[in-house]
């Protein structure tokens, strides 16, 4: 037999070369294909993975509304509200899988009534696991598999020292914090409490686990954080007497309840853009600067988006990110966004990169009110790359359609949830929307980064 000729390794050399140019030359023409044939999704676009072309409407067989949402670590999407049956409003919850359909883990079939009277206002994941939710029932907490934790506060159900509970923020040690007051009116305060892990009332913090703050005759909080060095934030409206005046207003404690005295002298700041303000939402950058969002409302041009960053003495943001110091934050550390005649920012999230995604009621001539979401750059600037001229409205129904709650999944795709109004489809309303034709925030294919693993 004649052997094999033997190559030189010259020749080796310049086959190895070949092969590789051809395996680099079809991965680079897959890759063009591939981001060809992705290119036609527009950041902002509905994701048609989700539910039914990027929407989902849950009914729990009543008239129902949602007005919280969180994501858990493993991608599934808890939103908490209210069902209204007969004559009586009951806490609701439902939790969905990332490709929207119901969780038949949670509840049997993905939805839970609490049994509690209210509507659910705040959410937030426990460490560990469940969730912790707020309303005008107090405090409670739900297991992985949509039952009511019975060992927490009594029978399940923790005592607030106000009737109407905003919102929630867990502390890295477990403790609760929640916002409220007592009905809202007349001579209300920034009411914040302070729960121990187990619903028990954390007599440590201010006076015996409640502090009170005053700015004006009528004061409301309505969101709450918690920075990564302890300290508590507030946010809400501080209104005059006679209704005829209201701000931004901020509070800032330390971890024992106490007034932070390097927040703009005496733990409390207001922002006026000229018109009536209500804040609805905050959250707290990286740099530990915070950004609140509500609405403006300027008879008769109606409502617009409301927007203020502040620095971390509380101080508004008139300089920008340390890396744009020529580009201030908006105009005076506002910014003022309009979509038409009636339009309310209720939610706020930042993105990984540092862009700010806002959702509220958008009202365009012509219609009831929609979803709407508008994404803005570092600066404050409105995001041109982002739907349309940074603006996106999605009609959910036939009514008046509110968001309530928005949140970035780890591959970057944007959650909102809210209610509708006078539609006759008053269901929990989700929609997904994707951020960019050929990758996602982290750089990622679509469907992200692998999952963690398992988590109920």
């Known amino acids: 037999m004649i052997g094999a000729p ?11 070369r070949k092969r590789t140019s051809i395996a680099l030359v079809s991965v680079f023409a897959f890759a063009i294909l591939w981001i060809t044939s992705a290119g036609a999704v527009t950041p902002g676009d509905l994701d048609p993975s989700f539910g039914t072309g990027g929407k989902v409407a849950t009914d729990f067989g009543g008239s129902e509304a949602a ?116 009905g809202c009116l007349g001579n209300s305060d920034f009411r914040v409490a302070r729960l121990n892990p187990d619903g028990t009332t954390d007599e440590s913090f201010g006076n015996g686990g409640e502090v009170d703050t005053d700015f004006d005759a009528q004061d409301t909080p309505f969101a709450v954080a918690v920075q990564r060095d302890g300290r508590i934030v507030v946010a809400g409206w501080a209104e005059n007497a006679n209704s005829t005046e209201s701000d931004f207003a901020l509070a800032r404690y330390n971890p024992d309840g106490s007034l932070d005295s390097t927040f703009d002298g005496d733990g409390r700041t207001t922002i006026d853009f000229g018109a009536r303000e209500f804040a609805y939402d905050l959250a707290v950058q990286s740099d530990a600067k915070l950004v609140v969002v509500g609405q403006s409302t300027l008879p008769p041009t109606g409502n ?15 300089q920008g990110l340390d890396r744009y110091l020529d580009a201030p934050f908006g105009t005076g550390g506002k910014v003022l966004t309009s979509f038409g005649d009636d339009d309310i920012a209720t939610s706020v999230e930042i993105e990984p990169g540092g862009k700010i995604l806002v959702a509220g009621l958008a009202s365009p001539e012509g219609t009831d009110g929609d979803f709407g979401l508008v994404r803005y750059n ?26 309530w709650g928005v949140v970035v999944q780890r591959d970057g795709r944007i959650v909102v949830a809210g209610g509708s109004q006078g539609s006759g489809s008053d269901d929990f309303l989700l929609a997904r929307y994707q951020v960019r034709g050929c990758c996602f925030i982290d750089g990622s294919p679509p469907g992200g980064p692998p999952d963690p693993g398992p988590l109920p």
């Open 6 to 16: 033997k190559l030189g390794r010259s020749v080796v050399s310049t086959l190895i």
């Open 304 to 318: 617009d988006f409301a927007l203020a960053r502040l620095n971390t003495d509380g101080s508004l943001d008139t």
């Open 378 to 403: 570092v600066d404050g600037s409105v995001d041109s790359s982002f739907g349309t001229a940074g603006k996106v409205t999605t009609a959910m129904t036939t009514g008046e359609d509110v968001p």
């Open 67 to 182: 007005q919280a949402l969180i994501l858990q670590p493993n991608g599934k999407i808890v939103v908490g509200g209210s069902t209204y049956q007969g004559d009586e409003v009951t806490a609701a919850l439902a939790r969905y899988l990332p490709d929207g359909s119901l969780d038949p883990v949670f509840g049997g079939d993905g939805t839970v009534t609490l049994g509690v009277s209210g509507s659910i206002w705040g959410l937030a994941f426990r460490p560990g696991g469940g969730v912790i939710a707020v309303g005008e029932f107090g405090a409670v907490r739900i297991q992985w598999n949509g039952l009511l934790d019975t060992t927490f506060g009594t029978n399940g159900v923790a005592q607030l020292p106000f009737g109407n509970a905003w919102d929630l923020a867990i502390q890295q040690d477990g403790k609760i914090v929640a916002v409220g007051c007592n």
